[in-house]
């Protein structure tokens, strides 16, 4: 059946896409999907419960049973039929620069700047030449300046420390890092699985 959007999507920010968060039958969130997606794990009955405000009605075809028309209301969370074959706690969250960016509050971990995701550089802290790794626990984003002065140093060696230490996000701000949009349901779901003196909640500046 072919589902379109009956009614403007009430939160919807400023004309861009809404993002539906996707936990598996467990509560543990699986991954962002957008509006069709979720209307087809509605449609095949693979929604188990849901949370959140109801976010968009999506209108299909007449129902031959009832000879109205089919209606399917979408929530923001959605618990769908199903655990994860993998679990996704084991997981290392992928990095990329974008996620970094949000980690690190688009500061620059060594003259504290602000800096837009386009001036962001991914940096090594021990220097990759120095067999530093590209993982969560080895980067910060800087600005060009701070990073070209260090270059091919450690922090000890070129007298520039870090303002804040990098870490590993779990897999809740994972979910939060990579989200788009995010809605206030959305965001206090996520939220209330992570420590409260998480980063992530004092300056979620991108949601
Ligand atoms: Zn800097």
Redo the contacts with the bound molecule.
Sequence with gaps: MFWRALTSISRQKGGVVLSILKLDAGGIPQCWIDTEDATRHYADDSVLWTLGDPVAIMRGGMSRLTGRQSIIELHSIIAVKGSAKINLFDVLPAITKRKLYRRDRGL??????R?SENDAEAEHIIPNSRGGSYTWMNLVV??????QRKGNRTPERAGMSLLYAPYTPSLYEDMILKGRNILSDQMDFLAANLPKDSRILQDPFWV
């Design positions: 620059c971990a060594y003259c504290g700047c800096i800087s600005c060009r300046p701070c990073n």
